[in-house]
């Protein structure tokens, strides 16, 4: 799917079933997508769905059960809270004007976030912050229940994240286990998010106009490129009441992919123009829903959006733009949407 820069065509590759979901449901709103789901991409329809009731703990994509253990909204709310107070405490650091952002985006992001947020904290756990556990649960919980099997030795001196803090101070080997994985939960989506956030405005967009602000580039590229590009709801009472099409053993899946794409709803869908940010509410466009809906937000979008800015100002800054050579990209089927590689070049110093 060609997608016009401010200086060329790219073309963005997305994996077949999301190209089929662009191409057969795209303007629709209640349709049917198995036996047994139905997707909504209308924004009154969504709307409602989402209100009727808030997500179960087996919906929520971070803070689903752990090793078997329910993980409560408070608990879930005090574990972000944690995370915030790490990022806020790394912020407050000087950031080196001379640091590499360029080569292959979203990993070179993550790896400068990770060291940013989470730089002091034992190796064990800075390694739950790799992608390449992404490939299998298995392989992340071998990880973890490696880890909490090694001894604890926390230094007086070490300057841990308060997150690390959760695990330092676990009890045993079972808690311990839980604890790393909460900071996996916990702090790797923040970097994943981030990451992938900015790689995915700098190929939808770059180079920038100089006026043009980070923010309205973030909100732009999630529009295009939502990071929640589905929303699943179980089979539930309620829905069969808001659309008859809707079955009472149908699961919902709700699709800001197509509803961010909708002609009904954007001027211009397919185009890549961070300016209508100027005129436009990102918390109260109809269909808008890069970070959930209204009645549920995500709990890290407002870490999320202020780290995004941050690596786009630094990038903008040294000058570097996406490679001229590169003339596609691929976003492959996995559930943070984003471009599978960037690869970021020295540009033109100065240009903000």
Same mark, same amino acid.
């Given at each position: 799917?060609?997608?016009?820069?401010?200086?060329?065509?790219?073309?963005?590759v997305?994996?077949?079933?999301?190209?089929?979901?662009?191409?057969?449901h795209?303007g629709? @709103?209640?349709?049917?997508?198995?036996?047994?789901?139905? #997707?909504?991409?209308?924004?009154?329809?969504?709307?409602?769905?989402l209100?009727?009731?808030r997500?179960t703990?087996?919906?929520?994509?971070?803070?689903?059960?752990?090793h #078997?253990?329910?993980?409560?909204?408070?608990?879930?709310a005090?574990?972000m809270?944690?995370?915030?107070?790490?990022?806020?405490a790394?912020?407050?650091?000087?950031?080196?004007e001379?640091?590499?952002?360029?080569g292959?985006?979203?990993?070179?992001?993550h790896f400068?976030?990770? @060291?940013?947020?989470?730089g002091?904290?034992?190796?064990?756990?800075?390694?739950?912050?790799?992608?390449?556990?992404?490939?299998?649960?298995?392989?992340?919980?071998?990880?973890?229940?490696a #880890?909490?099997?090694?001894?604890?030795?926390?230094?007086? @001196?070490?300057?841990?994240?308060?997150?690390?803090?959760?695990?330092?101070?676990?009890?045993?080997?079972?808690?311990?286990?839980?604890a790393?994985?909460?900071?996996?939960?916990?702090?790797a989506p923040?970097c994943f998010?981030v990451s992938?956030?900015?790689?995915?405005a700098l190929?939808?967009?770059?180079?920038?106009d100089?006026?043009?602000?980070?923010?309205?580039?973030?909100?732009?590229s999630a529009?295009?490129?939502?990071?929640?590009?589905?929303?699943?709801?179980?089979?539930?009472?309620e829905?069969p009441?808001?659309?008859?099409?809707?079955?009472?053993?149908?699961?919902?899946?709700?699709?800001?992919?197509l509803?961010h794409?909708?002609?009904?709803?954007?001027?211009?869908?397919e185009?890549?123009?961070?300016?209508?940010?100027?005129s436009?509410?990102?918390?109260t466009?109809?269909?808008?829903?890069?970070?959930?809906h209204?009645?549920?937000?995500?709990?890290?979008?407002?870490?999320v959006?202020?780290?995004?800015?941050?690596l786009?100002?630094?990038?903008?800054?040294q000058?570097?733009?996406?490679?001229?050579?590169?003339?596609?990209?691929?976003?492959?089927?996995?559930g943070?949407?984003?471009?599978?590689e960037?690869?970021?070049?020295?540009?033109?110093r #100065?240009?903000?």
């Amino acid at each position: 799917m060609p997608l016009t820069a401010s200086s060329r065509t790219r073309t963005t590759v997305f994996a077949p079933r999301l190209a089929a979901l662009l191409r057969d449901h795209l303007g629709r @709103d209640v349709f049917r997508l198995e036996p047994d789901t139905v #997707g909504v991409a209308g924004p009154e329809a969504m709307d409602r769905i989402l209100a009727a009731r808030r997500a179960t703990e087996t919906e929520r994509p971070t803070f689903k059960p752990l090793h #078997g253990r329910s993980i409560g909204r408070p608990e879930a709310a005090a574990i972000m809270r944690t995370i915030g107070a790490d990022v806020r405490a790394a912020l407050k650091n000087p950031i080196p004007e001379n640091v590499d952002l360029s080569g292959p985006w979203p990993i070179t992001g993550h790896f400068f976030l990770r @060291d940013l947020i989470l730089g002091n904290d034992p190796y064990r756990l800075r390694l739950l912050m790799s992608r390449y556990l992404e490939l299998t649960p298995k392989l992340t919980w071998s990880v973890i229940a490696a #880890g909490a099997a090694l001894p604890r030795r926390p230094r007086p @001196d070490d300057r841990l994240t308060a997150l690390a803090g959760l695990f330092t101070d676990a009890a045993g080997y079972q808690d311990r286990r839980y604890a790393m994985g909460m900071y996996r939960r916990a702090a790797a989506p923040v970097c994943f998010t981030v990451s992938t956030l900015v790689a995915n405005a700098l190929w939808l967009g770059a180079p920038f106009d100089e006026d043009v602000s980070n923010r309205n580039l973030i909100h732009e590229s999630a529009r295009l490129l939502p990071p929640s590009w589905n929303i699943l709801r179980y089979a539930s009472p309620e829905y069969p009441a808001i659309d008859q099409r809707i079955g009472p053993a149908d699961d919902v899946l709700i699709l800001p992919l197509l509803s961010h794409r909708d002609p009904a709803l954007w001027d211009a869908p397919e185009k890549f123009r961070p300016e209508r940010w100027d005129s436009l509410d990102p918390d109260t466009v109809p269909g808008y829903l890069p970070f959930g809906h209204s009645s549920e937000r995500c709990w890290g979008r407002h870490m999320v959006m202020p780290l995004a800015e941050l690596l786009l100002d630094l990038i903008r800054r040294q000058g570097l733009t996406v490679d001229p050579e590169q003339q596609r990209a691929k976003v492959p089927l996995v559930g943070l949407l984003g471009v599978e590689e960037v690869r970021l070049v020295g540009g033109h110093r #100065g240009r903000r």
